[in-house]
């Protein structure tokens, strides 16, 4: 059992940055991959990052790579999402979620555990 909570969202203006956390419970946290998705008003949840139990592999969505990087310490069961060069199209709830190795890692039928998300508003 993992419980997942989120935080670092706000309100930045265009070209901003942000940083968001994800403090998880349990001792069997690094044996997670570990993703952040994002769902904006009206729109399906979709993948923005994901990185595996190690942090040595990450894979990004197109629209957000470049720009953010996912990264996680397991010794403090946290895992990070540095988002730079904010859009305004990157307005969403952010939510990270936590799967067992292996699958796909872009669905979110994949993932078991889910946090309760973290508003991110980017102004134009």
């Known amino acids: 059992q993992v419980q997942l909570v989120e935080s670092g969202g706000g309100l930045v203006q265009a070209g901003g940055s942000l940083r968001l956390s994800c403090a998880a419970s349990g001792r069997s946290f690094r044996r997670y991959a570990m993703g952040w998705f994002r769902q904006a008003p009206g729109k399906e949840r979709e993948f923005a990052a994901t990185?595996?139990?190690?942090?040595?592999?990450?894979y990004y969505s197109d629209s957000v790579k470049g720009r953010f990087t996912i990264s996680r310490d397991n010794a403090k069961n946290t895992v990070y999402l540095e988002m730079n060069n904010l859009k305004p199209e990157d307005t969403a709830v952010y939510y990270c979620?936590?799967?067992?190795?292996?699958?796909?890692?872009?669905?979110?039928?994949?993932?078991?555990?889910w946090g309760q998300g973290t508003q991110v508003t980017v102004s134009s």
């Open positions: 990185i595996n139990w190690s942090g040595g592999s990450t």
């Open positions: 979620a936590a799967k067992p190795s292996g699958g796909n890692y872009y669905r979110v039928t994949e993932y078991d555990y």
